[in-house]
């Protein structure tokens, strides 16, 4: 059962900056934004609360294990937050192993952490099964100022009832990064893109002049570009049997099959960001979390970002992916939860976390970390890459099945690949 709010008797200023001033797993590798395009100072919140719920206690956060660079923010960021919360005793437990497989589990059994990541994949379903609790009553009575998240991020943590089952603690948009040594001039159109591809084909040694995911984590962008898409405008039936969407997939196939664009695995790497820095691949497409990698990894490739490429719409569309905090139904501390996920999610927390590099704000009100201006200035625009839709993960295995099957054939026709994410559309729709 979902618990009400307990009484705000005692009203104090636990977030310190909760919501004023200052300040997934993604689709290839840990990453998880961006704020408006040239932002460099974060803008006055508009309506700030001068105070939050009082809470005191042990919280305990939670969310899939991270290393590396993703490892070190969150560390500062726990780090930080207990500063910020000195009347909480926060207790930071990472989940190993597939994460929504384990949280599931704990689900089950009613024994979840106050406070853990859901990603916007099955944000959803986690929400329409109650799963979560809902926010709504907390962000009104502490006067919380969502309207500072970009609507592409916020909009997909609401449940079928229209309630707010989570805060996105990120975000990332979906780019081109390219070598610069090989390409001169970013490619702005989707036809520059191929005439640019066709004259690196054989070059430097490369497998293929673009790396591409065989999914609709990549896929979708360049659907939307062409006018296509998976669902009608309501959402409410299914689009990817449309003329223009299936022109999209053909187009999207057809780079594969004319040597343009090859997979990660094809050309013997993990990821397309190991293609770029093996100098396997001259283009790709990915999100923040490729600085970090590359940096680490790859110290000596030079790289540019550029936004993504228009396409017949004339209009500039891409995707992007976000995570959650949220609030479990059976969570032990709701009040205490509260506070720390509206201190994560508000300017202060957010802006420690992105200073990471890996993750970009889901805030307007939030700097963008030095490096990602370009992925940020799409944050305006930026269609959700997942989470839009029930099922959406049974829709996404169906593209890539078929589309993989295709590629490995060397067939290349779209049209089963329409036929059966369409079935997948449906019968999601239809459960």
Known sequence: MRSRLLAFATIAAVLVAACSGGSSPSPSTPGGGGTSPGASEPAASASAPAATVAATGNVVLSGWQSTGAEGTAVQNTVKAAKTALPNLTIDYQPVAGDYKTQMATKIASHDVPDVFYVDASYALEWADKGYLEPLDDYISKTGYDTSQFFDGYLSVFKGTDGKTYGLPKDG????????????????????????????????????????????????????????????????????????????????????????????????????????????????????????????????????????????????????????????????????GAWALLSWLTGPDGMKTWTEGGVALPSRKDVPTPQGKDVLASESDYAKPGSGFMPGYDAVQKAFQDEFTSQIQKKTFDAGPVVQKTGAAINKALNS
């Open 172 to 335: 990332n948009t979906i780019a081109m990064a390219y070598n610069s040594a090989l390409v001169s001039s970013a490619p702005k159109t989707l036809d520059e893109l191929m005439s640019m591809a066709e004259s690196l084909k054989g070059k430097s040694g490369l497998k293929a002049p673009i790396c591409l995911n065989p999914g609709l984590d990549r896929g979708l962008a360049f659907l939307y570009a062409q006018g296509g898409s998976l669902l009608s405008d309501d959402g409410q039936t299914e689009q990817i049997d449309s003329d223009a969407s299936k022109a999209a997939v053909q187009w999207y196939m057809d780079l594969f099959k004319n040597g343009l664009g090859m997979t990660a695995s094809d050309m013997g790497d993990g990821w397309c960001g190991d293609a770029l820095g093996k100098k396997h691949a001259a283009i790709i497409f990915e999100g923040g979390w490729l600085d970090p990698a590359m940096t680490s990894t790859y110290p000596d490739v030079k790289y540019q970002w550029a936004v993504m490429p228009t396409g017949s719409i004339g209009q500039p569309v891409t995707i992007s992916f976000t995570v959650s905090y949220a609030i479990g139904a059976d969570a032990k501390n709701k009040d």
